[in-house]
């Protein structure tokens, strides 16, 4: 099936840094979303983007629907420990509600 | 708050058994979906139901079957488990493209 290219594959960084990542796509969706999922648990949903050029925030997280509808980015700033963990992009194709997945970026803060 | 329920966190079956992965929401979703999550590969759709007694294969359906008898309960079933089926397996709920996700049941089959 077909899948989003999301990057980094996996993250090492020191707690206080900004973290991005983000998902790419040879299709355009009408609608992406970025979920996160703690070890051990199911994903959770951080940020749903309708529109193009959408820019929408969730606290320290902030998330934007690219122009083109191709792409999208997700931004953590200054991380803390708890943020560790996969973040999953998704991108909705068609007209039903199957969803598009990226392979996850996995985030570790060095101690 | 939505919430998905799967039958059990950890499971270990023989090759060949078959098994039953049961999960079940509480807020009258249409839309229910089972995935498995492996290391790398992200989450892989296995089947999925817009309604009762209605099921689709997603993109890894061999090897498994689905169940859903009433709205409120999405059964995933191995017919005959192996060891390739060792995985995380997730079940999610939907009103519309916001997925409520269990916690998964990390089934280990020896």
């Known amino acids: 099936g077909q899948q989003l290219n999301q990057s980094p594959q996996s993250m090492f960084i020191q707690e206080g840094e900004d973290v991005s990542m983000n998902c790419t796509s040879s299709?355009?969706?009408?609608?992406w979303l970025w979920y996160k999922q703690d070890p051990g648990e199911g994903p959770v949903l951080l940020i749903a983007?309708?529109?193009a050029g959408e820019l929408t925030s969730n606290g320290r997280l902030t998330a934007q629907f690219g122009i083109t509808r191709k792409d999208s980015f997700l931004n953590i700033s200054a991380s803390i420990p708890s943020d560790v963990g996969i973040y999953f992009c998704?991108?909705?194709?068609?007209?039903?509600?199957?969803?598009?997945w990226g392979a996850g970026t996995k985030l570790i803060i060095k101690p | 708050d939505v919430k998905v329920t799967q039958s059990s966190r950890y499971l270990v079956k023989r090759t060949g058994e078959k098994v039953f992965l049961e999960c079940v929401q509480d807020m009258d979703h249409e839309n229910m979906f089972w995935y498995r999550q492996d290391p790398g590969l992200g989450l892989r759709l296995i089947y999925f139901s817009y309604d009762v007694k209605m099921k689709e294969k997603g993109d890894i359906p061999e090897g498994y079957s689905v169940s859903r008898e009433k709205k409120e309960r999405f059964s995933l079933i191995l017919e005959s488990a192996s060891t390739n089926q060792t995985s995380m397996y997730l079940c999610?709920?939907?009103?519309?493209?916001?997925?409520?996700f269990g916690s998964g049941t990390r089934l280990t089959v020896v």
């Open positions: 998704a991108g909705q194709l068609n007209s039903n509600y199957q969803l598009i």
């Open positions: 299709s355009i969706f009408n609608t």
């Open positions: 983007l309708y529109k």
């Open positions: 999610a709920s939907s009103y519309d493209y916001g997925y409520t």
